[in-house]
């Protein structure tokens, strides 16, 4: 399936908790978009540029987060996290 800014797709057994939301998949957020969960996965997260999220942000792989990116919340990697410029957690 090819990638479509426009397109939500939400994976089979995906939980949504009270505050976040509980994935087994990569995740990835895309530019300029408001996400009022936390994301916990299993596997890698990658949000793109001006995102704002209101809360954390759990991964068992690498996390990367682009520029100007807002997190309301920890930011926790089990292996490696990149964070661009003007990134405020």
């Given at each position: 399936m090819p990638f479509d800014k426009k397109t939500l797709?939400?994976?089979?057994r995906t939980?949504?908790?009270e505050h976040n939301?509980?994935?087994n998949h990569d995740v990835i957020i895309?530019?300029?978009s408001n996400l009022d969960y936390g994301i916990i996965t299993d596997k890698r997260v990658?949000?793109?540029?001006?995102v704002n999220t209101n809360g954390g942000i759990s991964a068992k792989?690498?996390?990367r987060i682009d520029m100007f990116s807002v997190i309301n919340g920890?930011?926790?990697?089990?292996?490696d996290i990149y964070l661009g410029e003007k990134?405020?957690?």
């Open positions: 797709v939400i994976p089979d939980v949504f908790e939301i509980v994935v895309s530019d300029r990658f949000i793109g540029e001006r792989d690498d996390i920890d930011v926790d990697g089990k292996k990134v405020k957690v």
